[in-house]
């Protein structure tokens, strides 16, 4: 057994483990607030990409403002189709945003292949990018900076869930809707900014990866499948579980591409989340519920 | 009104048949064919929106299961000897598909879960189907499909085609309105209303949501072999989330929860999708965007606007 080469892919099992975690915890956010699945949050993030790209190449905007612009518009356009299309049917059943979600997501998708092409185009050359190394183990930079955004993010996230007025109101509309609404919440506020944020992690998710491989406007779909994967073995709307199993299923991943068959472990990965939600569906940190 | 019920019917009857008279044109005429096996497939993915009141967002998995079916038998491994076993072996496994995905998850599952389940179900289908391509044929799916044949006609244009797809549509209609009318359809309907009280009153919940997503993967395996035996060149694709995306537009836009809707859902979709003068990108976009606006505005589809206003005018014509 080569410990080094297992190291290394646990290595690259934890750079996609956080890519994951942006992805996953904005969705699991707006589920646990709302009892909503967005369907097109694999769109989000890959609009964070694009755009990036697009402001970088084509309108010669320097790296910095670039990804905050982009940042800012996704979350805009998250205020936006949180209103438009999630808040008009919501009161009708909780089940119908997930239809105006997916044909948010074919829009948006589709509409993206109409402007950029479906072609994945490169924002940097990663491989130019520097390499850490040490003790045999390699660590692209870019990859790094996924890491320690993704770690940051669940800390932030976790401290804005707990100290914060709003993270408060947050979990006060997680844990009984009526209740919250009883005691003075803005509820409808609350919800614009569980979306928001949801729509802006995604979107640095997009725009991390982006750097570190490719943008195309297929990226989001691979991402959405993954994203419930760790949604649903977490327990639907646990935050801090969807970081947890975000690095698990990131590693396990990256095991099963290099120990077992490369083509078939997204299958597997997927196969895992069906044997999950029909064993566990409230999640492994999940109380079972009724 | 009975009556004028009836003569509507007849009108819609005689256009149906006189369909393929009218549009003479070869691409016209595939693109009736291909608007009757969808129509097959929005009903038969209306029996879980509307009926069940669930999402399926898986179900492209058995339309494609069934062509796949087909292909192997009847072109890949060539082992049958009548190519309709192989027509009914489609719709047969695609009912085994539902009767296993239906037991294994209506058990548990209803709502957002089953949603994500079937979406889970249809992604790990269309990764088998795309990279085990020495036993799927990959990319390149499986071509050289057979023709149907009954004595004295081989179904190989699209006019002889539209006539047996029209029959299994009718057959289809008559299907699921049987079913709507027998116990087990009702049952199904207590248990959309209020499943706790549908239990309460000895409604066997699990066993009828079971045998309904099995009838409706079963004609949803009965659009899939029409739809291997009449382009005859099937790929993986069949099991994207495209497909199963147009099904809940057909669906969602012609009305949910009627027999008329996702038939004009899917005429709308056929004929206007091929002949808008734009990319395919662009006319879905368009798609989804109207789909978008029905949802929001229109939440029951255009069809019980449409029959209101066709009753409107009939009475104004019967007048």
């Known amino acids: 057994m080569d410990w080094t080469f297992l190291g290394q892919n646990v290595l690259y099992g934890v750079i996609n483990g956080s890519a994951y975690l942006l992805f996953a915890i904005g969705l699991t956010l707006v589920f646990g607030v709302m009892r909503v699945i967005n369907f097109a949050h694999g769109e989000l993030y890959m609009l964070g990409g694009m755009l990036v790209f697009e402001l970088i190449k084509n309108l010669g905007v320097s790296v910095i403002p670039a990804v905050l612009i982009a940042i800012l518009a996704v979350g805009a356009l998250g205020f936006v189709v949180n209103r438009l299309v999630i808040q008009t049917v919501l009161p009708v059943s909780p089940l119908v945003p997930l239809l105006s979600t997916l044909a948010l997501g074919m829009v948006i998708l589709n509409g993206a292949g109409a402007v950029w092409s479906m072609d994945p185009r490169i924002i940097k050359p ?27 993010v669940t800390i ?60 195309l406007p297929a990226m989001g779909q691979p991402m959405l499948m993954l994203g419930f994967v760790i949604v649903i073995v977490a327990g639907m709307g646990n935050v801090i579980g969807a970081a947890i199993i975000a690095f698990i299923i990131g590693i396990i991943e990256s095991l099963l591409a290099v120990y077992t068959w490369p083509t078939y472990a997204p299958a597997m990965i997927y196969t895992g989340l069906v044997i999950a939600l029909l064993a566990r569906p409230q999640g492994v940190f999940g109380a079972k519920r009724e | 009104m009975l009556q004028r019920r009836y003569v509507a019917l007849i009108v819609l009857g005689a256009l149906a048949i006189a369909a393929p008279f009218i549009l003479t044109n070869v691409f016209l005429r595939r693109l009736l064919v291909f608007f009757v096996i969808y129509s097959i497939l929005a009903l038969s993915l209306d029996i879980i929106m509307a009926y069940m009141g669930q999402y399926s967002f898986g179900h492209q998995a058995p339309f494609g299961l069934a062509a796949y079916t087909v292909g192997f038998l009847a072109a890949r491994w060539r082992v049958v000897p009548y190519q309709w076993l192989s027509f009914g072996a489609g719709i047969g496994v695609a009912a085994l598909f539902g009767l296993a995905v239906g037991s294994l998850t209506l058990r548990w599952t209803r709502g957002v879960y089953l949603a994500i389940i079937t979406y889970g179900i249809g992604v790990i289908l269309c990764q088998l189907f795309f990279k085990a391509s020495h036993f799927t044929g990959g990319e390149r799916g499986i071509a050289y ?30 299907i699921i309105m049987r079913w709507l009318r027998s116990p087990s359809g009702r049952a199904v309907i207590a248990i959309r209303e209020n499943e706790a009280l549908a239990n309460s009153t000895g409604i066997y919940s699990y066993r009828h949501y079971v045998m309904a997503f099995t009838l409706a993967s079963a004609l949803a395996g009965l659009a899939g072999s029409l739809f291997a035996y ?48 734009v990319g395919m990108d662009m006319r879905l976009v368009i798609f989804g965007v109207i789909v978008l606006v029905t949802i929001i505005f229109l939440p029951r589809g255009i069809y019980p606007r449409l029959e209101a206003v066709l009753i409107r005018r009939g009475r104004a014509l019967f007048k």
């Open chain 2, 145 to 174: 499909i057979p023709f149907l044949t009954l004595p004295g006609v081989t179904f190989d244009t699209p006019f002889s085609f539209y006539y047996l797809a029209l029959g299994f549509l009718v057959l289809t209609i008559y």
């Open chain 1, 156 to 215: 932030g996230l976790y401290l804005f869930l707990r100290r914060t007025s709003m993270g408060n109101q947050m979990r006060a509309t997680v844990q009984n809707l009526t209740g919250a609404k009883l005691v003075g919440v803005n509820t409808r506020r609350v919800y614009d900014y569980a979306f928001i944020l949801a729509a802006v992690l995604a979107a640095v998710g997009g725009i991390l990866v982006g750097f570190a491989r490719v943008v």
């Open chain 2, 230 to 277: 009449f382009i005859t060149h099937i790929t993986p694709a069949l099991f994207t989330l495209d497909y199963v995306v147009m099904m809940i537009i057909m669906v969602v836009f012609g009305g949910t929860g009627t027999i008329g809707g996702p038939i004009i859902g899917s005429a709308i979709y056929t004929f206007l999708l091929r002949l808008l003068p």
């Open chain 1, 126 to 152: 990663a491989a130019l990018a520097p390499v850490l190394r040490a003790g045999g183990f390699a660590m692209p930079s870019t990859g790094l900076i996924i890491i320690i955004t993704g770690i940051l």
